[in-house]
């Protein structure tokens, strides 16, 4: 049965620093990961997939890192802003329709 | 940018009523999910949706629920017969293809059951 797990829970950090929020997974057939963002109280914002023969994807401030073989995905954030604030979702998607996802890392940017 | 809307935000019913929770996809995509989220737990599979028929559900997708897409746009679920359990946020998702296009998802409707 597919776990996922994020590292760390939570985490506060001054504006400007560089994150790497972490991602591990148990079954390593995956098709795809994908990172989520999730405001309070909304819903959740598909920030960057990542299929299975990728190694990485790139988006703004924001590269997503597969290692299939190992189960592991990091998220990184440059130059982070107090806007980056939310909690980030990694899911992954095995052969069948659904998304397994983790608990989540809850991210605070303070100015 | 299209996106996901779900009405109501916020529903509080009694146990044992029965709840609608409504979703419009975006326009051009296949396939349709609902996901739940307990109050500091994980978001949860319930149900995927393709071709009018359900393509896959969780073990927590029992007879209690159902789901339709009763005309060109509307996808609904529904609990018959709700418990306290059933609290939770519920999201309703929607993609372009079952694999290697992400889910969009909408702000979801939290659902109050006393």
């Known amino acids: 049965k597919q776990e996922v797990t994020q590292i760390p829970a939570a985490l506060s950090v001054p504006e400007g620093e560089n994150l790497v929020l972490n991602c591990s997974f148990t079954d390593s057939a995956i098709y795809n990961l994908q990172w989520f963002r999730q405001d309070p109280g909304k819903g959740l914002t598909s920030l960057l997939l990542i299929q299975s023969s990728q190694r990485e994807q790139t988006s703004g401030r924001l590269n997503a890192s597969l290692d299939k073989s190992s189960g592991r995905s990091t998220l990184y954030i440059a130059a982070s802003q107090p806007g980056d604030s939310a909690t980030y979702l990694c899911?992954?998607?095995?052969?069948?329709?659904?998304?397994?996802f983790g608990t989540g890392t809850r991210l605070q940017v303070f100015p | 940018e299209p996106e996901v809307t779900q009405t109501p935000s916020h529903q509080v019913t009694q146990m044992g009523q029965e709840v609608i929770l409504r979703c419009v996809p975006i326009?051009?995509?296949?396939?349709f999910y609902w996901y739940r989220q307990i109050l500091g737990q994980k978001v949860e599979f319930l149900v995927s949706?393709?071709?009018?028929?359900?393509?896959?559900k969780s073990e927590i997708f029992d007879d209690q629920f159902s789901v339709e897409r009763p005309d060109g746009s509307n996808f609904t679920l529904k609990i018959r017969s709700t418990k306290l359990e059933d609290s939770a946020m519920y999201f309703c998702?929607?993609?372009?293809?079952?694999?290697?296009?992400?889910?969009?998802f909408g702000n979801g409707t939290r659902l109050t059951v006393t």
């Open positions: 949706f393709y071709n009018n028929e359900i393509s896959e």
């Open positions: 998702a929607s993609s372009e293809f079952r694999e290697g296009s992400p889910l969009h």
């Open positions: 899911a992954v998607q095995g052969n069948t329709d659904k998304l397994i």
């Open positions: 326009s051009n995509h296949l396939y």
